[in-house]
């Protein structure tokens, strides 16, 4: 094993099927691909496109930000309710590509159940 590889953060991931689909919680790495193979063909999901601007969080900081309900009263809060460009309320927060960001990393939903799963990161694209 080459120091290179030893160097790779880590990426893990969990996979179930549920109601017919495939459902793959990824957390660690971020700069990984995922090609899912299944009866309909060949579908290749990228993390969501924002998930490296946002600063990491300490996990073991008692510093961290929660759903305060006193953020909705913040003068310093964006006015969404007087854009024009609201989502929609019939939205349930799944993006159109099947990847969707949670709290600890992403999402993704595969329309079929997989019969193969292969985990591309950058660094080995690239080498």
């Known amino acids: ?3 290179a590889a030893a160097e790779l953060p880590t990426v893990e991931y969990e996979t179930r099927i549920e109601d017919g689909q495939t459902i793959i919680d990824v957390t660690g790495e971020s700069e990984v691909a ?9 579908r290749i999901y990228f993390p969501p496109e924002d998930m490296d601007d946002k600063p990491a969080g300490d996990p073991d900081s008692p510093y961290q ?8 009263d913040s003068p310093y809060q964006p006015a969404d309710a007087d854009s024009p460009y609201q989502p929609s309320e019939d939205d349930d927060g ?10 600890t990393g992403f999402k993704i939903t595969h329309p ?7 985990v591309v990161r950058r660094a080995e694209a690239e080498a």
């Open 94 to 103: 799944t993006s159109t590509r099947g990847v969707t960001e949670t709290r």
């Open 34 to 42: 995922f090609i899912v193979q299944s009866a309909g063909g060949e």
């Open 112 to 118: 079929e159940p997989a019969t193969e799963i292969t």
């Open 65 to 72: 930000p929660s759903d305060s309900p006193y953020e909705a």
């Open 1 to 3: 094993m080459s120091e």
